[in-house]
């Protein structure tokens, strides 16, 4: 089965009744966790972003102290999968703020994480990504933003 497009989707959505649209948002949240998740995003958790970010913040938390310090092996591999769990946070939200108040948080976790990342070359270059992939966001924000978020990059850099 092929997928349509969007723009036929949305044309097909409009001709339904509010009955009609829960019942398919019900049976679409049964499929993917991703698309359960999006949807508690949605409706509970949209008109709060600090709140969202706050609590995405304290997932964070447990997930870095969850990782096995045995290995870099097994650091790299709980970061790659921390920076996933953002990724997705960030899009559900859509909000450059968000996804910079996220990766900022990621980077200062990860930057006083012990042991260091320093001694390993593989999570310093995802320390760096993340550094330049917060100033080319921060870069399309409005001018206060920036100036804010410039400065805890300075902070991190530091």
């Given at each position: 089965?092929?997928?349509?497009?969007?723009a036929?989707?949305?044309?097909e959505?409009q001709?339904?009744s509010p009955?009609e649209?829960?019942?398919?948002?019900l049976?679409?949240?049964?499929?993917?966790?991703?698309?359960?998740?999006?949807?508690?995003y949605l409706?509970f958790e949209s008109?709060?972003?600090?709140?969202y970010?706050?609590?995405?913040?304290?997932?964070i938390d447990?997930q870095?102290?969850?990782?096995?310090i045995?290995s870099y092996?097994?650091?790299?591999?709980?970061v790659?999968k921390?920076l996933r769990?953002?990724?997705?946070?960030a899009?559900?939200s859509l909000?450059?703020?968000?996804?910079?108040?996220?990766?900022?948080y990621?980077?200062?976790?990860l930057?006083?994480?012990k042991?260091?990342i320093?001694?390993n070359i593989?999570?310093?270059?995802?320390?760096?990504r993340?550094?330049?992939?917060?100033?080319?966001?921060?870069?399309t924000l409005?001018?206060d933003l920036?100036?804010d978020?410039?400065l805890?990059?300075?902070?991190?850099?530091?």
């Open positions: 089965m092929k997928a349509v497009s969007v036929t989707i949305k044309k959505l001709q339904l009955d649209l829960t019942e398919l948002c049976r679409l949240s049964k499929f993917k966790k991703e698309n359960k998740e999006l949807l508690t409706l008109h709060d972003e600090t709140g970010i706050e609590s995405v913040q304290q997932e447990e870095f102290e969850l990782i096995n045995n092996f097994y650091i790299k591999k709980s790659r921390i769990n953002i990724k997705k946070y899009r559900y909000k450059k703020e968000t996804e910079v108040e996220l990766l900022l990621f980077c200062k976790k930057k006083t994480f042991p260091s320093k001694n593989t999570l310093t270059n995802i320390f760096e993340q550094i330049l992939l917060i100033k080319k966001i921060v870069s409005h001018e920036q100036y978020y410039n805890m990059l300075d902070e991190l850099k530091d």
